[in-house]
């Protein structure tokens, strides 16, 4: 009950505290109906568990606001008790104290501005120190913290931050760890870093179209939870990492995002858990570790940015992915881009690539592409798949179904690598069907094209080839729980490679339709129990390492039939046909005036 109260009860009655007002019990009131200043001599101390409330225009009748005031040098001290201030014009802050860890440890409110005393950038002695854990509220109707570095409104390490204006800005200097439980605009701009220490924002909104700016700078990851700048960006750099709270809910709500790390967006190098986002423009910049982002938007997202030794993982969940015109890049990791919905696109515009480093496998996922820019995997591997299960492959075609992934000649070769190219995969089934010439002049240093299905077709229409020549050691690999399915309309090469290596289930080349190939080596294996070998050669020599039709006939007699036309055959590995019924044969035709067969 050791209570101080100064009151200048009057409409035109100011309080200037200019020399110390202290308590050792008690708490502190001050009260004025018009304002309250301290010169740089004025203090307010409650040594104990006392409060100090402090109060201008208190009879609330000055239209033109009364203020609260503190010169450079003031200081308000209320031991473990709350600090509350209230006025109707701006607020002006020294430094405020109080070592309260509770839910109302500060509260500030006022119809005009919350301004820093010194226009300084001073956090080791902030304009609001709280315990650890205490919460600050600021209420605004103007600015809370001016603009530039050196006139944010500072508060202490460790503290928690409530805060909400008007149109106008926040601008908050951490001195240490923050945690932002509710920052709300209606229209104004909000700009907060921290010091050192991690920044946490679990609610954050800026009205209208105004920005956020998140930042750690000496240290520290950005923990980001519910942050909305719905008609502009949101701008993070982080001294550590980007994460998520995580939840299933959408993290990050913006026309663009901007997103600066050193070790990992979405992953902190032990956790990973992609950044959930709404935007139509993701940039972002990282230095180790993973960036995983998932955007959600029915216009698509278009993306640019660059990670040094970590993995980038995209997906688009209800539009279109476009890689932008800064590229994908890594140094040093992979690139993984999804588009799960069905029917939608990758889209790597000319001018737009995709780069990975040593170590850098390529691979995208979705039912439609556009691949007119650089896809480079340097020395790994480059997959393509669709999204959907039994969406079509069309290779070196001019299909423009959204029902069909369409891969044209052009689009092909801007696949760079010497680690392999994977189209399809073992659970695709829709088939791949090759419609022109497909010849990937950027896979060299003997590499292998794989097409691969599950349940599917992998079928070549007459003006339907695979030619992997141009580098004599590149190879081609085939593997479908269906048949190869040759045409019918010529006799020139549907496959033309150094090894190639077939797996099907149901039939590889027919009577009616032999598959033609012109290799040094050919593997080739039936797993099922239909469904003939059927291959004529073109090349001048042909090394057969294995030929089997592995499972017994379906009640059918099946042929095991290689011929050449352009030279001799060795066969240097198994050729065998487990069928069990009469004429389940095996033909080996080097069918020429001088061409041999040799068996080894």
Request: proline residues 0%; negative net charge; hydrophobic residues 40%.
């Amino acid at each position: 009950g050791s209570d101080v109260t100064v009151d200048a009860n009057g409409d035109t009655y100011d309080v200037a505290v200019n020399a110390a007002i202290t308590t050792a019990a008690g708490d502190v009131n001050v009260t004025a109906d018009d304002s309250v200043t301290f010169n740089g001599s004025g203090s307010i101390t409650a040594t104990g568990a006392g409060n100090v409330v402090i109060t201008a225009d208190a009879d609330i009748d000055d239209t033109d606001g009364e203020v609260v005031t503190m010169a450079s040098g003031a200081t308000v001290d209320a031991g473990s008790g709350i600090i509350g201030i209230a006025a109707t014009g701006d607020v002006t802050l020294h430094q405020i104290t109080t070592s309260n860890t509770g839910t109302t440890a500060v509260d500030v409110t006022t119809a005009g501005q919350i301004l820093d005393t010194t226009d300084d950038s001073d956090t080791v002695n902030p304009n609001i120190t709280t315990g650890s854990g205490g919460e600050i509220t600021l209420t605004a109707g103007g600015l809370i913290g001016a603009s530039g570095t050196d006139t944010r409104l500072e508060v202490s390490a460790n503290s928690v931050l409530d805060a909400s204006t008007g149109a106008a800005a926040i601008r908050i200097a951490g001195a240490g760890a923050l945690m932002l439980l509710d920052v709300d605009t209606t229209g104004g701009a909000i700009d907060i870093t921290t010091d050192s220490g991690n920044l946490t924002a679990t609610d954050v909104v800026a009205g209208g179209t105004n920005t956020v700016d998140l930042a750690t700078t000496t240290s520290g990851d950005v923990i980001v939870d519910d942050i909305q700048a719905s008609g502009s960006t949101i701008t993070i750099n982080s001294a550590g990492t980007i994460e998520e709270d995580p939840d299933a809910g959408t993290d990050l709500t913006a026309s663009a995002l901007d997103l600066t790390a050193v070790s990992g967006i979405g992953d902190d190098g032990t956790a990973e858990d992609a950044l959930e986002t709404i935007a139509s423009t993701i940039t972002f910049s990282n230095t180790s570790n993973d960036v995983l982002l998932t955007n959600t938007l029915a216009g698509g997202v278009t993306v640019d940015g660059s990670n040094g030794a970590g993995t980038v993982t995209i997906e688009e969940t209800a539009g279109n992915l476009s890689v932008g015109a800064s590229d994908i890049v890594t140094t040093a990791g992979a690139v993984n881009l999804t588009v799960s919905t069905a029917d939608a696109d990758i889209i790597a515009a000319s001018g737009s690539d995709i780069t990975t480093g040593s170590g850098g496998t390529i691979t995208l996922i979705a039912d439609n592409m556009d691949l007119l820019g650089a896809v480079n995997a340097g020395t790994q591997l480059i997959t393509l798949a669709p999204q959907t299960v039994g969406q079509i492959i069309e290779l070196a075609g001019a299909t423009t179904s959204t029902t069909t992934l369409g891969l044209t000649i052009t689009e092909l070769n801007n696949l760079t690598t010497t680690g392999g190219i994977t189209i399809g995969s073992g659970t695709t089934t829709g088939g791949i069907a090759v419609a022109g010439t497909v010849s990937v002049t950027g896979m060299t240093g003997g590499s292998t094209l794989t097409l691969s299905q599950g349940a599917g077709n992998i079928t070549f229409a007459d003006a339907g080839s695979i030619d992997v020549s141009g580098v004599a050691t590149n190879d081609v690999t085939l593997s479908t729980s269906s048949a190869v399915v040759g045409d019918t309309g010529n006799t020139t090469a549907d496959i033309t490679a150094d090894v190639l290596t077939i797996s099907a289930a149901t039939g590889v080349g027919s009577a009616a339709a032999s598959l033609e190939t012109s290799v040094a080596t050919l593997s080739v294996t039936n797993s099922g129990t239909t469904g003939d070998i059927q291959i004529v050669d073109g090349s001048t020599a042909v090394s057969v390492s294995n030929a089997q039709l592995t499972n017994a006939d379906g009640g059918v007699a099946r042929v095991i039939n290689i011929s050449t036309t352009g030279g001799s055959i060795t066969v240097s590995g198994t050729v065998a046909n487990a069928g069990t019924n009469a004429g389940s044969d095996v033909t080996v035709d080097a069918n020429g005036d001088t061409y041999d067969v040799a068996v080894n």
